[in-house]
């Protein structure tokens, strides 16, 4: 399954494989959305509650988190991305978009697989956070990236990516956690459509 929404928040770049990040840690709104059995390469069966919370603000506004979901992919590159939406339902959308729609797009690209670690954003060119508003038409007239911050990851795995964030976007402060289930493969910047 393909995600070109959260990709549209995204400034892709190659990053540089030896700079990996390595290791270095008012309540939100906290809303468990849906349910994920998937099996894992071992053959276990998992079963992952998909929650978010952010605290704080993008653009000026608050995010209510609703959903979060996880995609992964290894081809030349290793592909993790997290997705914090503002509605129910992220992972049923497959490669659409959603209308009047916001979305948190916490971004791996690397030479090596993502695991758990604390990451600083300014010290490795294989994380990005990007925020996005979607207008009714599935345009993207507002966004931002994260400029500092940490992203600290406690489980990577087949079933699911946890963990919480500290992140400046630009005169924006926001924290939160995630407990996103993997629902599929990373975006490919397949066509989608607004739904």
Known sequence: MRW??????CACSTPNPSDDGGPDASPGDSIVAETSSDAPSDGNACSVTAAASVTGTLLGKTLNAQDSVALESHTT????????????GACGLGNDVKANSNVIA???LGATPLVPA???????????VQ???????????????????????TRVDDCAVTGTFDLMFNSDHATGSFSAPVCGAAPDGGASNCK
Request: proline residues 2%.
């Open 4 to 9: 070109i929404f959260l990709c549209l928040a």
């Open 77 to 88: 590159q290793y592909e993790v991305v997290v997705g914090i939406t503002d509605y129910k």
């Open 106 to 108: 916490i971004i791996y």
């Open 118 to 128: 604390t990451i600083d954003i300014t010290q490795t060119n294989t994380m990005s």
């Open 131 to 153: 925020f996005t508003e979607f207008d009714g038409t599935c345009q993207s007239p507002a966004g931002e990236s994260a400029s500092s911050g940490t992203i600290t990851f």
